[in-house]
């Protein structure tokens, strides 16, 4: 059984970071792809940031490009996502996805269905 386990939300002023962390238990953590989504209040879950198995590809929305970094350790099982500059548009509740395939540009990483397994989430509140 595969266990994901995000951390590291919270409460922000614009402008302000914050780092999220992603655990994940169960298999071997290096064979996984690697996302993140995020969920706004009555909107859809909308896809932040993919990292291949190695670290070696990643890819960012638009709305994210410049301000957040997704990186991987794969000795400790971990996924980060470190948020700079925040906005208020950027609360959300932020939700790591793993996928038991290879990938590195295409756009599958993008789409919700493509991933097997996901965390509970992590909340996260920008202020203005």
């Known amino acids: 059984q595969v266990q994901l386990v995000e951390s590291g939300g919270g409460l922000v002023q614009a402008g302000g970071s914050l780092r999220l962390s992603c655990v994940v238990s169960g298999r071997t953590f290096s064979l996984y792809t690697m996302g993140w989504f995020r969920q706004a209040p009555g909107k859809e879950r909308e896809f932040v940031a993919a990292?291949?198995?190695?670290?070696?590809?990643?890819q960012y929305a638009d709305s994210v490009k410049g301000r957040f970094t997704i990186s991987r350790d794969n000795a400790k099982n971990t996924v980060t996502l470190q948020m700079n500059s925040l906005k208020p548009e950027d609360t959300a509740a932020y939700y790591c996805?793993?996928?038991?395939?290879?990938?590195?540009?295409?756009?599958?990483?993008?789409?919700?269905?493509?991933?097997?397994?996901w965390g509970q989430g992590t909340q996260v509140i920008v202020s203005s």
């Open positions: 990292i291949s198995r190695g670290g070696g590809s990643t």
């Open positions: 996805a793993a996928k038991d395939q290879y990938w590195q540009t295409s756009p599958r990483a993008t789409s919700m269905s493509w991933y097997d397994f």
